[in-house]
């Protein structure tokens, strides 16, 4: 082959790379766009007459490709945690103060502050410089394969810009936020308008929408962009911290938002979002809060995360959207713990750009302080701009044939008593064979919280369970192709892709198991807990009330459910047929929780850390952290003014470790893998 054309589509592939990164991320262009027009049509006619010399990062990959039967699942190399959300002044006071009390620090901390775009969250994997994968959020472990359509956005790289020593090397795994302009949002609706098509609610939906699409040269056709906003692993880059990351990225080739900001102390950063909030409808794009980050990875790495969300980082978001309807009527909700949940019917209004039909009343002491009635014409809102509530009545509008809401004595469902013991908020039906509460624990167990088997979402679920095929959590693992193929909605495709999901979630591990049962009072932060402690379900389901309560972080009200829970003889036998039906439980691995014997009490002030920090550091080894003084506890950590805690453990013959000797304990487990 003529080394002439190679050397000349090299050379057509850097220059239309080069252009287009003046033109999407500079805004400067250096040629017209009829000399940029000619050199991509050169590009691909000998593309065309030389396929076998197209590469991943070409241009032309751009417009699209081959149809998609499917996407594939991506497992994050680290998961893609979601935010905590704050809605005032106050609360991003609270915590930036927990940032401080953790890390015992007195003066202020250096916060990075971005605005929260409202798109689509997605990872670029770049390799030696060249973008190779790209996936969603998914379900923050594991996403979608999009790659194909992610390559047709013109603001994603697909080859980095060179640097001082050359073009990038390794792996580099990047995230950031695929959205959809305002005026590009208008502009695709009319289209489809006039194509009459659907029209999409909001630009969000239509950006997720776009990436979903199983053919890329739809997606292609849609103008969405990209700003980049975070890497998988800090330490792929050179970076100490995340506004200098910015920078880095920008020297990459990505288009970085221009209203990123570095902020000395918690102050300035309120004065940004106030700011935000008065220009955030003059933008060319949405935008529903901002992000607070500490802009130290250092810091970053010693606050760690939470079960769904880290520690040193928080969504500042804006305040509701707001509108005025009637309540048409009330539904009562029955969950999977037998909460009745009251929810208005509402004549459909708009919310910034999504039309709302229902909102939660949440109980019925809420329905009672605000005097709702039916008819009541009401001011709604989007919490969070995200979940409907009704803020309250519009009393001077009261029509004469409103009536008060009454909560139902017995359940709607089921025809039960209803019950709401003295002191609490919730009323509930505490029949369980109620058939809302096995419906709603089946949706919950195989949903996005539980097993995430994909094909049995809610509805699918609601008609294997109306039709009898699925009567309790076991039965899913029964089901057969043959069982659903025939069924409405359903092809042998489907029911084949269905069953697929079900045998790869039947092994699945200890602590999503325990999540995915739906256990009153036991969250996926406390399963995780009850896992690393006992590590097989065997030991947990045999678990005295008094071992659960020394489980820092377990109070009385989950202890006393999960022995509750597993002691109830229907319980046990849901298990053994799971066990039956071919569903194993993976135990949690000892060697990768080198102090999983281990059961630590602190007392006294440490002077390295704060106490918080050391007992995420000894729970991420796999050890326990107790409250109190018992014979199960294995080491007490002393540190300055302990008093009387130490003093029995001494008496108890109790392991005692000074604060040097813990911290070269847990330091010599982090040098052997444990996980930090």
């Known amino acids: 082959m003529d080394e002439g054309v190679k050397g000349r589509l090299a050379e057509l592939r850097q220059q239309i790379n080069f252009h287009d990164y003046r033109y999407y991320v500079l805004d400067d262009p250096v040629i017209s766009d009829g000399e940029y027009d000619r050199l991509f049509r050169e590009l691909l006619e000998l593309e065309a007459r030389y396929p076998e010399l197209v590469t991943p990062d070409s241009p032309s990959r751009r417009v699209g490709g081959a149809v998609l039967?499917?996407?594939?699942?991506?497992?994050?190399?680290?998961?893609?945690?979601?935010?905590?959300?704050?809605?005032?002044?106050?609360?991003?006071?609270?915590?930036?103060?927990?940032?401080?009390?953790?890390?015992?620090?007195?003066?202020?901390?250096?916060?990075?502050?971005?605005?929260?775009?409202?798109?689509?969250?997605?990872?670029?994997?770049?390799?030696?410089?060249?973008?190779?994968?790209?996936?969603?959020?998914g379900d923050g472990r594991t996403g979608e394969n999009i790659t194909a359509q992610l390559r047709t956005v013109q603001t994603i790289p697909l080859r980095l810009q060179p640097q001082g020593s050359g073009q990038p090397r390794g792996l580099l795994v990047v995230r950031g936020e695929v959205y959809l302009g305002r005026e590009e949002f208008d502009a695709l609706n009319r289209q489809r308008l006039e194509q009459g098509e659907p029209l999409f609610a909001n630009p969000r939906n239509a950006a997720a929408g776009s990436l979903r699409q199983l053919d890329p040269g739809i997606t292609a056709q849609r103008p969405l962009a990209f700003f980049v906003y975070g890497v998988a692993d800090p330490a792929m880059t050179p970076c100490a911290g995340q506004f200098e990351l910015f920078e880095f990225f920008r020297q990459l080739g990505f288009r970085i938002n221009p209203l990123v900001r570095q902020f000395q102390g918690i102050g300035p950063v309120a004065d940004h979002y106030r700011h935000l909030l008065d220009i955030r409808h003059s933008l060319a794009y949405e935008i529903d809060g901002m992000v607070v980050k500490v802009d130290s990875f250092g810091l970053q790495q010693r606050l760690g995360n939470k079960a769904r969300a880290p520690r040193w980082a928080v969504a500042y978001k804006f305040p509701a959207g707001r509108a005025t309807t009637e309540i048409l009527s009330v539904d009562f909700q029955v969950g999977r713990t037998g909460a009745v949940t009251p929810v208005a019917v509402l004549r459909p209004v708009e919310v910034d750009g999504v039309t709302v039909s229902r909102a939660t009343l949440h109980n019925e002491d809420e329905i009672r302080r605000k005097d709702l009635h039916l008819h009541d014409r009401v001011l709604i809102q989007r919490a969070g701009d995200v979940i409907p509530e009704v803020v309250k009545p519009i009393v001077e509008e009261r029509p004469a044939a409103a009536r008060p809401i009454t909560f139902p004595a017995v359940c709607p469902q089921c025809g039960h008593k209803l019950l709401r013991p003295p002191g609490d908020a919730v009323t509930r039906c505490v029949n369980p064979h109620c058939p809302a509460q096995r419906l709603q624990s089946l949706i919950y167990f195989a949903?996005?919280?539980?097993?995430?088997?994909?094909?049995?979402?809610?509805?699918?679920?609601?008609?294997?369970?109306?039709?009898?095929?699925?009567?309790?959590?076991?039965?899913?693992?029964?089901?057969?192709?043959?069982?659903?193929?025939?069924?409405?909605?359903?092809?042998?495709?489907?029911?084949?892709?269905?069953?697929?999901?079900?045998?790869?979630?039947?092994?699945?591990?200890?602590?999503?198991?325990?999540?995915?049962?739906?256990?009153?009072?036991?969250?996926?932060?406390?399963?995780?807990?009850?896992?690393?402690?006992?590590?097989?379900?065997?030991?947990?389901?045999?678990?005295?009330?008094?071992?659960?309560?020394?489980?820092?972080?377990?109070?009385?009200?989950?202890?006393?459910?999960?022995?509750?829970?597993?002691?109830?003889?229907?319980?046990?036998?849901?298990?053994?047929?799971?066990?039956?039906?071919?569903?194993?439980?993976?135990?949690?691995?000892?060697?990768?929780?080198?102090?999983?014997?281990?059961?630590?009490?602190?007392?006294?002030?440490?002077?390295?850390?704060?106490?918080?920090?050391?007992?995420?550091?000894?729970?991420?080894?796999?050890?326990?952290?107790?409250?109190?003084?018992?014979?199960?506890?294995?080491?007490?950590?002393?540190?300055?003014?302990?008093?009387?805690?130490?003093?029995?453990?001494?008496?108890?013959?109790?392991?005692?470790?000074?604060?040097?000797?813990?911290?070269?304990?847990?330091?010599?487990?982090?040098?052997?893998?444990?996980?930090?």
């Not at 905590?84 to 006071?93: K, S």
């Not at 022995?563 to 319980?571: E, I, L, M, N």
């Open 447 to 676: 949903g996005k919280n539980g097993l995430d088997i994909e094909g049995l979402g809610r509805k699918n679920m609601e008609q294997l369970f109306r039709l009898g095929l699925v009567k309790d959590l076991a039965d899913i693992f029964t089901l057969k192709e043959k069982d659903l193929a025939g069924l409405d909605g359903w092809g042998e495709k489907s029911a084949a892709n269905t069953i697929r999901a079900i045998r790869a979630a039947s092994n699945p591990g200890l602590a999503r198991f325990i999540t995915a049962l739906g256990i009153r009072f036991i969250g996926e932060a406390t399963a995780d807990l009850l896992a690393r402690r006992f590590r097989t379900l065997e030991r947990l389901m045999a678990a005295r009330e008094s071992e659960l309560l020394e489980i820092d972080g377990i109070g009385e009200q989950a202890a006393s459910s999960l022995v509750d829970y597993f002691g109830d003889p229907s319980v046990r036998q849901l298990i053994a047929r799971f066990l039956e039906n071919g569903v194993g439980v993976k135990p949690v691995d000892e060697e990768e929780r080198p102090l999983a014997d281990h059961l630590f009490l602190f007392t006294g002030t440490l002077s390295s850390m704060s106490r918080s920090e050391a007992k995420q550091r000894v729970r991420a080894l796999g050890a326990g952290v107790a409250s109190g003084i018992s014979r199960k506890v294995t080491h007490v950590v002393v540190g300055k003014k302990a008093g009387a805690k130490e003093k029995k453990a001494r008496e108890m013959g109790l392991t005692i470790l000074s604060e040097d000797e813990f911290l070269h304990l847990i330091n010599q487990h982090d040098k052997q893998g444990g996980d930090r």
């Open 69 to 137: 039967d499917g996407f594939a699942a991506v497992e994050h190399v680290v998961p893609m945690l979601s935010l905590e959300n704050v809605f005032d002044e106050g609360g991003l006071r609270d915590f930036d103060a927990r940032i401080r009390r953790f890390l015992q620090i007195d003066g202020e901390i250096v916060y990075v502050a971005e605005p929260k775009l409202d798109g689509l969250a997605v990872e670029l994997f770049y390799e030696d410089g060249v973008f190779t994968l790209g996936a969603t959020r």
